[in-house]
């Protein structure tokens, strides 16, 4: 956002005065803050972690944008980058970070990977996709992306959060603060809990096909 566009609050300023105050709406300046400060959570999960960590390093430098402080906690992060392969046996702790991170917060799937399986998508210990679990603000093709994709991503994330009114977005109604992602079983396979009730059904539904009926 250039400081024309923050400065445009939707009617005209008269032209002696252009130059002297800065008249904006609560939305912009609000927005103009988060999107200038949004903290990534520091973790990779594959080869697309070394693309990401090139981003942070002098040549692409994202302390432009506000983003060099990786984050070590959850408590602290906006930002979840998922950057690499999401196994079975690890997507449940990428589930219980994001649980933990606070309200608004946002996700990007770097990467072929994250966001659809890439190479890996038939194997029997890939998630086909971060966003089967998490919901997913942007996402990034490549295998791997450059550092430009990342920050190409990055910057269309701002354009969503300029995009975001404080009276509409769901983190600031009344009632339930943050929604909980019910955290996947990593058993012989993964199972999703929001899919335990038509997993019973279906179970019920084959043993019931699988009773053979007593022959006289
Ligand atoms: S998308 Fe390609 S580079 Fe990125 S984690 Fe997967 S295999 Fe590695």
Not at 15 to 36: E, H, P, Q
Not at 69 to 88: E, F, H, I
Not at 151 to 159: A, D, H, M, P, R
């Amino acid at each position: 956002m250039t400081p024309n566009e923050l400065n445009s609050p939707g009617y005209d300023i008269p032209d002696d005065m252009k130059n002297v105050v800065a008249i904006t709406t609560l939305d912009k300046i609000y927005n103009f803050g988060r999107r200038s400060s949004v903290w990534p959570l520091m973790f990779g999960l594959a080869c697309c972690a070394i693309e990401m960590i090139a981003a942070q390093a002098s040549r692409y430098d994202l302390a432009r944008f506000g983003m060099e402080v990786m984050r070590p906690s959850p408590r602290q992060s906006d930002l979840m980058l998922v950057a690499g392969t999401v196994t079975k046996k690890m997507l449940p702790a990428i589930v219980r970070l994001y649980n933990q991170m606070p309200e608004p917060k946002y996700v990007i799937a770097m990467g072929a990977c994250a966001s659809g399986g890439g190479p890996f998508k038939e194997g029997y210990n890939v998630v086909a996709g971060i966003d089967k679990y998490l919901p997913v603000d942007v996402y990034i093709p490549g295998c791997p992306p450059t550092p430009q994709a990342l920050v190409y991503g990055l910057i269309k994330l701002q354009e969503k959060i300029d995009g975001q009114s404080l009276k509409q977005v769901r983190w600031y109604q009344k009632g339930a603060d943050s929604v909980e992602v019910p955290i996947p079983m990593l058993g012989p396979d993964l199972i999703d809990p929001r899919r335990i009730p038509e997993i019973k059904t279906k179970a019920a539904e084959l043993a019931a096909a699988a009773t053979i009926p007593n022959a006289e």
